[in-house]
């Protein structure tokens, strides 16, 4: 019994050869770079224009959108990348590259292109290229003993993506955002992601590159979408939305990224555009700053339409019984965080409710009993 | 308080005679010196802190291994308990890393908490003599934050084989510092890595040694293992390298007695004895009462529980703070672990109640007294458990308490088998198909294989061929590349052949499934067949239902009295011997098992109180198995009836001694005798390796074909029962005679086997 017979009986049984591999055919436009390396050069007419982000946020002029189509998503040293998309902003076109590996013998050579068209430590955009791409690059390029691609700006629009809409959005995948804030569509050519590896394969094993068209178009489409949403996020992170939960949310990405000044010019936008989390936010930072007197005046606003008004009351008699110290205003903001947690109830998880009221009566028991205390101590 | 103590041993074993069961076998092993070497070149700081900290040299096989694994050479250092093993690898290790900063180091040991210890122990050294040496553990416990720092600077990194086959090797591009300076791989507990887990492992490092090559290391191995009879045979194995034997040990060892006890007969006929449990638990208690340092043994946690129970209830009666002794096993949390073992090392506890747990190298100081509540499965753990007492002054002890299992009765009465010279072989199979497919998937994942590429030892072309007609990898310029969208470590567990396990699920709350555990596929037909009564966590589950495709086995809880035994139909096939005898021999087999009915029999009584008829297909393994032929001439004046009981006899005797040869489990053999073999056409016993495409059980019986038939016999003339019992030929065969028709065979045959 031969071991391939013995391994069929006891593992099952494998598809046999098939009859001599056809030769490659039906590649789109492009020429080849080298053994097992072919190029596609597409220009993407853009509207609007190129601005980068402002500072701080890994972006630059030069930046390259970049995108990898693998052999799957299970990470290591197995999966490898057949097509890196890199898309070169130009005033209003994207200068689209592909380089398109057609078998993976021919990897190092691939990756030596890849360096012509994008050179390492060149600025990168991308979607999920901080956990997804970038390191497999990094992976590919040690098994061929080649320095690391090392960016030296690296736009992960996904966080950003996720930090502006994550409330709005089912899900923040490269597909939802670009169609759902960016009213995108792609043409029925597109693939889905999940089917890319299956095509490559299936590629690989006939031949036919006809069948990777979708995922070539797929690929493209990625990159436009990179450069349109980055002009979008610009102009967002620059104040320049008229959608004032969008403001407060860009403030917020500020802020963590330890710009106060900026965080507070969009809130600012945000308050003018009447969205009452603004004034929430401008308020936390009053109280950050020690400014009593004007986190009190933003909460008192913020009360009406804000999405957890007993928060909002509970600061208030906070600030009024710790920092303004006037007992009579601390023990009227108590009774109203009171009264709209009581109002709330049919609402609440009822464990959540006990717990705030417990809290909020214990409070307003002390204001009470230091006011009293206050008075009896003046009239002896 | 200590020689109070030392001046009780004595007399307490003196005591243990006067039992009213039965002291089978006292030996007396004397005192060694120590042997010490001279000092070898050595980095100052190092030499400065052992200097100060009292050591008068190193001992000879410490010093042995050193010149050894500095010169490049692989080295498997045989130990006893208390020898001073840690130093044996950590020495090497630091002096390369004192030379030569960059140099890089591995420690593999079989478990987790294994690795947690030897990091404290071996922090404690670096910290002490003052170098600079970054050690870190690598396994499930580090967190995500902390990872890419031991990558990047651990000189010296702690994980297990788990963790090296699903977390390092297929991401190895992220520990290229490591692979590059890899100078020194240390093995813990070589002989742990034996059947499944050894043949796993021996890929694993066939893997790892690619992947060393691929950066260009070489490392050298250093192993270490408890005393099994071809240490030197498995390290070679494993590693697929020449590796030099470092056996004698040059530490000082005191005076050890070991005692073999038999608890009392209760019923002679049926061979009854009184509980193992109570007697363990009535001597270790004399003992603890009299100030003796003691750890106990025993096989399962829930014996932990209970022995610990009786024994402080026994402190109790003597007057003793019941809290000088501590429960220790699986399911105990590190820091609770920790402080027992802190505990004993200082005195402050007297004694420990243990599973295997503590059998390996955990430091707990030397106590005075062993005692092992039943054989724990193998020589090499028995001595290893017996070494936990062990002083390197003054006497120390072991008792046995033999259970009723048949080998530990067997053992009682056979004690030379006990203390005869050679332990266990421990054997590996990393050639086994499905074990070997796997990690080529594997290795094919990590780096692809060229053309012709050997793994190990192994040949790959038809298994790349293979591979790539199933469409898993790709050919392309004279490699193989991975080409599956799947990270083919994650479903291969290291502790079992195939991946295919039935997952079972508990229903007993409506809505809300939990899985409680998993079935290998071959056990499934015994243990899980509809109906089934299947123990978890000391409750019983009802089989509901068993889904064969998803392979998933739904249960309920249930209040029952009895357990389930099938009865299986069995099928062997021979498919192709390796080698062979007249009578013996040994080779590839299809093992086709269908369970048709089972019994329900009562727990205590083993009283058959019903049965079922079970409606399942016939499940196969390929697997190897050991056979023997009998002669169609022996049974000329016997009639089918006396054949067939005899040869059940002799597969029940095989059954019970074939485990003392081959270390391995019970469980991890099977036996079938057919009167008519269809293959052979005559009455044959098969020994079936229990594991899919085998894990060597089947060649090592076939080596040890003679013994086994000796051993078989031996058994069968020692056992002082009347009639049969489990302890020798079964207790079915009990009024047909079967003891005396299966000693007629077995005397027959030996005759024969002479006669040839």
């Known amino acids: 019994m031969t071991l391939l017979s013995r391994l069929e009986t006891m593992l099952g049984p494998a598809r046999p050869r098939a009859e001599g591999k056809a030769s490659l055919r039906g590649l789109p436009p492009g020429r080849w770079l080298g053994d097992g390396v072919y190029l596609m050069e597409t220009t993407v007419e853009l509207d609007g224009t190129a601005t980068p982000l402002p500072d701080g946020w890994g972006d630059s002029e030069g930046a390259f959108c970049f995108d990898l189509e693998t052999t799957g998503l299970a990470g290591g040293t197995g999966t490898y990348a057949f097509l890196a998309g890199v898309g070169r902003i130009e005033a209003r076109t994207l200068e689209v590259t592909q380089l398109f590996l057609t078998s993976p013998a021919a990897e190092k050579t691939w990756l030596e292109a890849l360096d012509e068209t994008l050179p390492p430590r060149s600025p990168l955009i991308t979607y999920n290229g901080k956990r997804f791409d970038v390191p497999l690059m990094e992976t590919r390029r040690i098994l061929h003993r080649k320095e690391p691609l090392d960016p030296a700006g690296h736009l992960d629009l996904l966080q950003l993506a996720r930090a502006l809409w994550r409330k709005r959005l089912p899900s923040c995948r490269l597909g939802e955002v670009e169609h759902s804030v960016l009213g995108l569509r792609r043409s029925g050519e597109d693939v889905p992601g999940s089917l890319v590896p299956e095509l490559y394969r299936d590629f690989l094993h006939r031949g036919d590159a006809s069948v990777l068209t979708g995922v070539f178009y797929h690929n493209r489409m990625d990159l436009v979408a990179l450069a349109l949403l980055r002009q979008r996020v610009a102009r967002i992170l620059a104040g320049g939305s008229d959608d004032g939960e969008e403001l407060v949310a860009a403030g917020e990405a500020w802020r963590r990224r330890g710009r106060n000044d900026e965080a507070l010019r969009l809130w600012h936008l945000a308050r003018e555009a009447g969205t009452a989390e603004a004034l929430e936010c401008l308020a936390l930072v009053a109280k950050a700053e020690r400014r009593w007197e004007d986190a009190v005046a933003l909460w008192e606003e913020a009360l009406p339409g804000s999405s957890d008004p007993f928060v909002v009351a509970v600061e208030l008699a906070k600030a009024w019984e710790h920092r303004l110290g006037n007992l009579d205003r601390a023990g009227a903001w108590a009774e109203e965080a009171r009264r709209i947690l009581d109002r709330l109830r049919p609402l609440m998880d009822p464990f959540q409710w006990r717990h705030r009221r417990e809290a909020i009566d214990h409070r307003l028991r002390r204001v009470r009993g230091k006011a009293a205390s206050a008075t009896g101590g003046k009239r002896v | ?756």
Not at chain 2, 182 to 200: A, K, P, Q
Not at chain 2, 253 to 277: A, D, M
Not at chain 2, 524 to 549: C, N, R, W
Not at chain 2, 722 to 736: F, N, T, W
Request: charged share 25%; glycine share 8%.
């Open chain 2, 1 to 756: 308080m200590l020689l109070e103590g030392t001046k009780k041993l004595p007399q307490f074993l003196n005591w243990v005679e006067t039992l009213p069961g039965e002291v089978t076998a006292r030996r007396r092993f004397p005192a060694r010196e120590p042997q010490f070497a001279p000092w070898p070149e050595l980095d100052d700081r190092l030499k400065d802190f052992f200097v100060s900290s009292g050591m008068r040299g190193l001992y000879t096989h410490q010093e042995e291994t050193f010149r050894l694994a500095l010169a490049g050479k692989n080295v498997v250092v045989v130990t006893p308990t208390a020898s001073g093993k840690t130093l044996c690898y950590t020495l090497p290790v630091l002096e390369s890393i004192a030379r030569e900063s960059a140099s890089r180091a591995l420690f593999l040991f079989p478990t987790k908490a294994l690795s947690q210890d030897q990091l404290a122990s071996l922090y404690e050294t670096v910290t002490a003599c003052g170098l600079d040496v970054s050690t870190f553990t690598y396994d499930g416990d580090t967190p995500p934050a902390a990872r890419s720092k031991v990558r990047a600077a651990g000189q010296v990194v702690i994980t297990n084989p788990d963790m090296l086959h699903t977390g390092i090797l297929p991401h190895h591009t992220k520990w290229v510092k490591l692979f590059e300076n890899l100078r020194y791989i240390v093995i813990d507990e070589l002989h742990s890595y034996r059947g499944i887990f050894g043949s796993h492992m021996a890929n694993v490092l066939r893997r790892l040694k690619r992947i060393c090559a691929f950066y260009g290391s070489d490392p050298t191995f250093i192993c270490t293992s408890a005393t099994i009879a071809n240490p030197k045979e498995l390290a070679e194995r494993l590693l697929g390298e020449p590796v030099e034997l470092v056996a004698r040990s040059g530490a000082p060892l005191g005076e050890r007695q070991v005692l073999l006890y038999n608890p009392p007969v209760v019923n002679r006929s049926l061979g009854i004895r009184r509980s193992s449990l109570l007697e363990t638990s009535r001597i270790a208690g004399e003992a603890l009462a009299s100030g003796i340092s003691t750890i106990v043994f025993t096989r399962s946690r829930i014996n932990v529980e209970l022995l610990l129970t009786y024994l402080r209830r026994e402190l109790t009666r003597h007057k003793v703070d019941p809290n000088r002794i501590a429960g220790y096993r699986g399911g105990y949390l590190p820091n609770e672990r920790r402080a027992i073992e802190r505990g004993l090392r200082s005195g402050e506890l007297l004694g420990v109640v243990s599973t295997n747990a503590l059998e390996l190298g955990v430091d707990i100081g030397s106590l005075e007294l062993a005692v092992l509540h039943g054989y724990p499965g193998s020589i090499a753990s028995a001595r290893q458990q017996m070494g936990r007492a062990g002083r390197r002054q003054g006497l120390s002890a072991a008792i046995l308490v033999a259970s009723s299992f048949a080998l530990d009765q067997f053992l009682a009465y056979q004690p030379d088998y006990f203390f005869g010279g050679s332990p266990e072989r421990a054997r590996i199979s990393p050639d086994n198909l499905y074990i070997l497919v796997n990690h080529v998937k594997c290795g094919a994942f990590e780096l692809p294989f060229r053309e012709g590429e050997p793994f190990g030892d192994a040949e790959t072309a038809e298994i790349l061929t293979y591979l790539e007609r199933q469409e898993v990898l790709h050919r392309a310029g004279g490699r193989y590349h991975w080409q599956a969208d799947s990270f083919p470590a994650e479903g291969l567990s290291l502790r079992s052949a195939t991946s295919e396990n039935y997952v079972i699920i508990d229903r007993t709350e409506t809505g809300r499934p939990v899985v409680i555990g998993e079935v290998d596929r071959p056990s499934a037909p015994m243990l899980i067949h509809p109906e089934a009564i299947y123990f978890h966590g000391g409750k019983s589950y009802q089989v509901t239902e068993l889904d064969s495709e998803g392979m998933r086995c739904y249960v309920k809880e249930v209040d029952v009295d009895y357990y389930t035994d099938a009865d299986l139909a069995v099928r062997l096939e021979v498919i192709d011997e390796f080698e062979s005898g007249s009578a013996w021999g040994w080779g590839e087999v299809l093992l086709a098992a269908r369970p048709t009915v089972y019994k329900k029999i009562r727990l205590n009584t083993h009283e058959n109180v019903g049965y079922g008829h079970i409606h399942l297909g016939e499940e196969q393994m390929h697997t190897t198995a050991c056979r023997l032929c009998l002669p169609e001439e022996l049974f000329s004046a016997w009639d089918e009836d006396e054949k067939s009981t005899a040869l059940t006899g002799l597969a029940h005797l095989l059954r019970i001694t074939a485990p003392l040869f081959l270390m391995c489990d019970r469980s991890d053999i099977q036996v079938h005798s057919l009167v008519k073999d269809p293959h052979f056409g005559r009455p044959t016993i098969y020994l079936v390796d229990n594991f899919p495409g085998g894990v060597g059980l089947a060649e090592g019986a076939w080596q040890s074909r003679e013994r086994l038939l000796d051993s078989a016999r031996e058994a069968l003339l020692a056992c002082p029962c009347g009639e049969g019992c489990p302890a020798c030929v079964g207790a079915l065969g009990r009024g047909m005679g079967a003891k005396e028709t299966t000693r007629r065979l077995v005397d027959d045959l030996t005759a024969w086997g002479r006669s040839l």
